[in-house]
């Protein structure tokens, strides 16, 4: 099957850094990456959908500013957050659709936590 | 807009003994039906998909599912439990017109005893 590889796997920055995480799709031309969040023992929740060279549509109540979304290549998506907060502490996880595809292939996720 | 429904919290079975996992979906056009299955600090794992043929999908792991467009779900079942598949399975569904964008159930904690 189709492989997404996330990185970093984990990351610890302090509060009012910025910290980048990447998006691979390493045997597929992702069309489409989705970028989810996962609060402890709580579902995944869609905050962007972003197409390869255009802007990222948001989900409601998802500030762009602060999560800033590049989908530059069709195998690269990066979700930068912005000002860190100890609040933005959460498990980032992405994913990946190709064309033709009926299904998108997930990342490992990435844990994120602000001292 | 889509949904799903997951409504079990938790799930407890005995090693041995067959399990099912609940999920129900509203989602308009063609539903892409997805379970996945989630380890402590861990990724997503793909089980099992429904997209278009046979209602009864087998998965990874000896899981299987069954498509029941009548009744909206596509509950996740195993013949015989393990004690490692212990874990929380999540239930998802996409559509024909927006495939990959896709919606997660609230999670279902599967305990699987001795």
């Known amino acids: 099957g189709a492989v997404v590889s996330q990185h970093p796997s984990r990351v610890i920055c302090k509060s009012g850094t910025s910290v980048k995480i990447e998006c691979r799709s390493l045997d597929f031309q992702a069309t489409t990456m989705f970028w989810y969040r996962q609060f402890p023992k709580q579902s995944l929740m869609l905050m962007a959908t972003s197409n390869e060279g255009s802007k990222a549509t948001y989900e409601q109540g998802v500030e762009k500013d602060k999560f800033l979304i590049n989908h530059a290549s069709l195998t690269l998506s990066t979700l930068t957050v912005t000002s860190a907060h100890p609040e933005d502490s959460s498990f980032y996880i992405c994913?990946?659709?190709?064309?033709?595809?009926?299904?998108?292939?997930f990342g490992q996720g990435t844990r994120l936590t602000v001292v | 807009a889509q949904s799903v429904a997951q409504p079990e919290d938790q799930v407890n079975v005995a090693e041995g003994n067959p399990l099912t996992v609940k999920c129900t979906y509203s989602v308009s056009g063609n539903p892409y039906l997805f379970w996945y299955v989630q380890y402590p600090n861990r990724g997503l794992q793909f089980l099992l998909k429904?997209?278009?043929?046979?209602?009864l999908v087998k998965g990874s792991y000896g899981f299987e599912a069954e498509f029941n467009k009548s009744q909206t779900s596509f509950h996740l079942k195993k013949p015989s439990a393990l004690v490692s598949d212990s874990a929380l399975y999540f239930c998802a569904v996409s559509n024909n017109t927006n495939a990959g964008k896709s919606t997660f159930g609230d999670g279902t904690t599967l305990t699987v005893k001795p």
């Open positions: 994913s990946a659709i190709g064309q033709p595809n009926t299904e998108a292939f």
């Open positions: 429904y997209i278009t043929g046979d209602n």
